[in-house]
């Protein structure tokens, strides 16, 4: 049997017309864009259906409107029956790998996913900052040339072997990209997220968050849950609350991640949500592995087809003993 594991997007898998069918054929994701429209006091469901690029990449919209579709995908897969090996979340998709896991209740991780959202927005505000992903050169050398640089910049995300993003202060961001250019990085791709995330600029969002994640009740995972903060494999869920306070100041370690996944026998990745972004950064890390994607309505049929049956997939739920509560 093939091990499976369920891959979440975070910010910048946005785009218009997303889960435009989804939102029309599947009750779970209407459901859950519902919930977040009435928690936010925004019209989602139109949003998704006509909004802008632009309006659609506002942090505190793209966050929580990923968040809900791959919720509600995801409830519409679990009520037919997958149960994946294991989850996996990319910086706040996170949350929502949180979610299947039963590590949050949904209602929970929804309003910490609002909350990181507003407070990403704010502190991005108040301290202009930017993001830009480095393709062509090794982590180690992008990590030597933020270095080099005099500034708040940092590896934000160490996304595989060819692509790593940089974040911070724009000014020294710039240099950071001069630099790369000169040593030969094939790409530099600016990203539209409004600030300076995964980096010591979001110092007050770690502040905002700790209370509300040390008040939140975090369950034994159904799964194996990896968590991209660390790249390893959460055994204690006290230990691994410690990991989320820090999560928007500390680096989304995708690819140590992945070759966590690999080593514990994983094959086939489904990214959940919208996008296909995560299947394509799984690929740079590993052309080994089976890729796909839950986004629309054809894409959910053919999971349910190929997934949700005990031979297409080995179940795998950790042993009350294996996991500290």
């Not at 859950?32 to 928690?39: E, G, I, P, Q, T």
């Not at 000169?182 to 600016?190: C, V, Y």
């Not at 799984?282 to 839950?294: F, L």
């Amino acid at each position: 049997m093939t091990r499976t594991v369920l891959t979440f997007p975070g910010q910048g898998s946005q785009h218009p017309g997303m889960a435009r069918d989804l939102l029309r054929s599947v009750t779970a994701v209407r459901e859950s864009v519902d919930a977040a429209s009435r928690l936010c006091d925004v019209d989602l469901a139109a949003l998704l259906a006509g909004g802008t690029a632009e309006q659609l990449a506002a942090c505190e919209v793209a966050q929580v409107a990923v968040f809900a579709v791959s919720v509600g995908v995801w409830q519409h897969l679990d009520d037919h029956g997958l149960v994946p090996w294991g989850v996996m979340g990319h910086s706040a998709g996170e949350f929502a790998a949180l979610v299947a896991a039963r590590v949050l209740d949904r209602a929970a991780g929804l309003r910490l996913v609002v909350e990181r959202s507003r407070a990403m927005a704010s502190a991005a505000a108040a301290t202009p900052g930017c993001m830009v992903a480095v393709g062509g050169l090794p982590i180690d050398e992008v990590r030597a040339i933020c270095g080099e640089v005099v500034g708040s910049i940092v590896v934000a995300n160490e996304n595989s072997p060819i692509q790593t993003v940089i974040s911070g202060e724009i000014d020294a961001v710039n240099r950071a990209c001069a630099l790369a250019r000169g040593r030969g990085a094939l790409r530099l791709d600016r990203l539209a997220v409004g600030g300076a995330f995964h980096s010591p600029l979001m110092e007050p969002v770690r502040r905002h968050m700790e209370p509300l994640l040390r008040q939140s009740v975090l369950h034994s995972p159904r799964c194996t849950l990896i968590s991209s903060i660390s790249g390893e494999v959460v055994e204690d869920v006290d230990a691994y609350r410690e990991l989320l306070c820090a999560q928007v100041v500390q680096p989304v370690r995708w690819l140590h991640a992945v070759r966590t996944a690999r080593l514990h026998g994983v094959a086939r990745f489904v990214e959940v949500g919208p996008g296909r972004v995560l299947s394509s950064l799984v690929r740079s890390c590993d052309r080994s592995v089976e890729t796909s994607t839950v986004r629309d309505v054809p894409t959910c049929l053919a999971a349910l087809a190929s997934l949700a049956t005990p031979e297409a997939h080995e179940l795998h739920v950790l042993a009350p003993a294996a996991v500290m509560a």
